[in-house]
Structures are given as C-alpha cells and as structure tokens.
C-alpha cells in the first residue's frame, strides 16, 4: 500500500500493528512481570489471555474499584468490588520460575539417553536465557 503522506503511513502501521494476532506466550500458573505502567516492577500470576486485542490478565494486578448496590432478592451483598484490567503483552514478561527474574525462552536441543521421543535422545526443549533451566512448555508444537 502506497501512503500519501505522514500521517496515513503512521496511521497503517497503527492498524497492521493492532491487526496482528500474537498467540499466547503463557500457559497457567506462570508468573508474570510487568514493564510499564504504574504497576511497573509487579508481579502477578497469569489468569487469562484476550487473544483479540493481545491483552494479559494478571491475579491482582491493575486492579479498578467500583461499587456495587445490594442486591436482596438474589442476596448478594453490595460494596467495594475490585476487577482487573488487562496489559498488553509486549509490556509483560514470563518469570522464570528457577532463578525467579524477567526472562525469555529460548528454544535448544537437549540429548538424554533414553528418551522415548527420539532414537537418538535428542529433543527440543525450552530453556530460560538467564539460568539455562528447562522450563515446561505446551509440548504441541515440538
Ligand atoms: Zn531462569
């Protein structure tokens, strides 16, 4: 697509960036940092992923307070309720759960004797950049 000016290109690539689909880099029970933001530094555990707009949820993080009225007849309680609000996942990064630190995964091949998955025991394995752990993967991909 041939842009006429500035502010159409910059107005594309706003669009191809927000079309583009980035499949989910956590699986349940990881823990998840953030980058940015005011929750800047936390730390929460993985709870859902918006696969539309790329968006992470975390337990406890980015947290919003509304009020709820009471509600008798369904005898639900009113008051202070707290939701969360969603990060985008390039803001956020997988902990790795030896060494504990912001990391990515990088993908390597591991030989071990015996290894029903290969003759030769050779198989890919996800491994943490900083501490070189294997960190278990959703394996349909291998
Ligand atoms: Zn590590």
Same mark, same amino acid.
């Given at each position: 697509m041939a842009a006429k000016n500035r502010a159409a290109r910059s107005r594309h690539k706003a669009e191809v960036m927000r079309? @583009? @689909?980035i499949p989910c880099?956590?699986?349940? +029970?990881?823990?998840?940092s953030v980058? &940015? +933001?005011k929750e800047l530094k936390a730390v929460g555990e993985f709870l859902a992923y918006d696969a539309k707009k790329n968006r992470v949820f975390l337990l406890g993080r980015m947290l919003v307070k509304h009020f709820v009225k009471?509600?008798?007849n369904n005898n639900k309680a009113g008051g202070e309720v707290h939701t969360e609000l969603s990060i985008h996942v390039?803001? &956020?990064a997988l902990n790795c759960p030896h060494c504990s630190k912001p990391t990515r995964l990088v993908r390597r091949e591991t030989w071990s004797a015996g290894d029903e998955r290969n003759a030769a025991g050779m198989r890919w394995d996800w491994q943490c950049r900083?501490? +070189?752990e294997s960190v278990p993967r959703n394996p349909k991909k291998d």
């Amino acid at each position: 697509m041939a842009a006429k000016n500035r502010a159409a290109r910059s107005r594309h690539k706003a669009e191809v960036m927000r079309s @583009r @689909r980035i499949p989910c880099p956590y699986i349940k +029970g990881d823990i998840v940092s953030v980058h &940015t +933001g005011k929750e800047l530094k936390a730390v929460g555990e993985f709870l859902a992923y918006d696969a539309k707009k790329n968006r992470v949820f975390l337990l406890g993080r980015m947290l919003v307070k509304h009020f709820v009225k009471a509600d008798p007849n369904n005898n639900k309680a009113g008051g202070e309720v707290h939701t969360e609000l969603s990060i985008h996942v390039s803001n &956020t990064a997988l902990n790795c759960p030896h060494c504990s630190k912001p990391t990515r995964l990088v993908r390597r091949e591991t030989w071990s004797a015996g290894d029903e998955r290969n003759a030769a025991g050779m198989r890919w394995d996800w491994q943490c950049r900083e501490c +070189g752990e294997s960190v278990p993967r959703n394996p349909k991909k291998d």
